[in-house]
């Protein structure tokens, strides 16, 4: 089989696009003749790669497959060009990274600062996304690296750096009858209101998760977008929360609030870093990793 590096390009453009017109024009080709060239790449690897209708195409599980491969071939083809470019036009590449919540609000913003002011070659592409889609992101090589917090259930597939920790805590008013306790469980905080981030972040879920595993409803009279609007209601009295704790000691500086150490054992977070291939990373990308290592440890998380 001999691949066609643009027609590789192509599948995935009208993979992308679930449309064989869209597809083509991504690619820069009259629909005729991206068709044909679909048909070539089916007939090279002798099975359908599409179910095609009048609404669009839709990968078939061959399809699929061929998905992964494809991106994962791209993104060789293109760690190539910014290897190479580097040589030539100094330090540059592109990176996709899908993140939690908490590493989008709190500290990839200083770690990514510093990384692109020494680099101004590079461009990044930086996504919230829930954990499993992170993951899903890596393995199927939509995204170049992963940032999450908490154990990786299966990580058979995928290479594991952790960087640094953090702890839950529950964040309550001054005056709340759960802020004369040294440590709490969060089982013991599920009787109270809570306060918390929106239903797409990966916080929210996991605690959701959390409650429903200890057979109980995670009362919520209130979720917001961002950890300091969270914050400042907590400080208002209208409810407690459960936030990391590098977060709420940054808030606690300048607002009523008081916070209170979990006693539960996932209480403690490892963050983590994954990538699919640490070797096929471009320079930029092992350059961000080594990023991520020094500023952790410059502030003790």
Known sequence: MHFNIPDLNLFIHVAEASSLTSGARRANLSTAAAS????SLEGQLETRLFYRDSQGVELTPAGHDLLIHA?????????????????????????????????????????LARFLVERPGVTIDL?????????????????DLGVI???????????VIPFSVDRLV?????????????????????????IGLHETSTLFQFLKSQAH??????????????????????SRGVGISI????????????????????ADD??????????????????????????FQSLAGESGN
Request: contains cysteine; proline residues 4%; aromatic residues 6%.
């Open 213 to 234: 595993d200890a057979g109980l409803e995670l009362q919520m009279r209130i979720q917001v977008y961002g950890f300091e609007s969270a914050c400042r209601m907590v």
């Open 149 to 159: 917090a908490g154990p990786l259930k299966d990580a058979k597939k995928l290479q």
């Open 243 to 262: 936030l990391p704790r590098s977060i709420a000691h940054r808030y606690a500086a300048f607002m009523d609030i008081h916070t209170v150490e979990l």
């Open 36 to 39: 044909m060239r679909i048909k």
């Open 127 to 143: 996504q919230e996304r829930m954990t499993h889609e992170i993951i899903r992101g890596v393995l199927d090589g939509s995204s």
């Open 71 to 111: 991106r994962a071939i791209m993104r060789q083809v293109d760690y190539i060009r910014d290897e190479f470019s580097q040589y030539a036009e100094g330090q540059s590449g592109h990176l996709r990274i899908f993140a939690n919540t908490t590493a989008v609000s709190d500290f990839m913003p200083d770690v």
């Open 266 to 291: 996932w209480a403690e977070r490892e963050r983590s870093l994954i990538v699919r291939e640490l070797d096929a990373l471009p320079k930029c990308g092992k350059a961000l990793i080594e990023q």
């Open 170 to 194: 529950l964040v309550t008013p001054h005056d709340h009858e759960l802020a004369r306790q040294t440590t709490i469980t969060f089982r013991e905080s599920l009787g109270h209101p809570h």
